[in-house]
């Protein structure tokens, strides 16, 4: 397919040629090279779309620490909330930026009007983001609320409704152990 991208552009009198056909080959590897190239250039102009080493360029742009040690999925989030960085002017705004930032069900946010205080409550699962929250939160809300933000330790009211029975149906593990190697211990203790 290569050399056809070159030989279509070749008038029908010397596309039969072998020097042609040989030059069709090269040059239809540095054409698809190029497309290659294009194509990558492209898709590293937008977040969605980047892929690792556009995502690092935009991280170095931003001034993003330990940008390099990230998974790319993580770096592509820190790089789209760190782009889309601005102030809320209202409560459904911030609610709107914590949904992009850290998930939809991956925080509990609650304000507490009487007391002056903003409690953030997130799931372990993105507790590497508290530090980045704090900080930037407290750029952005008012100076008189008082800003906490914890860890959600307590996964017991998640697990409450579930069986033992419907636990080992959904193949559940406990870190790397699967379900079936914790029975013995659920009847010793």
Known sequence: MRENRYSIYLPKTVADLKEFQKLGEIEGKILEEERIAKDTLVRNQWIATANRSGLLRM???????????METEMLRQEVLSRWNNHGPYTWFHLSDWLDGCCGKDMYWLKCLHRQYRLQLTLGLQIKEKKEFLEAYLRKIIPANLILEINLNTNIHRRLKPLTHGKIKQMEWTYGQIPYEDLTPYQNQG
């Open 59 to 69: 991280a170095n742009m931003m001034k993003l620490p330990m940008a390099e040690d």
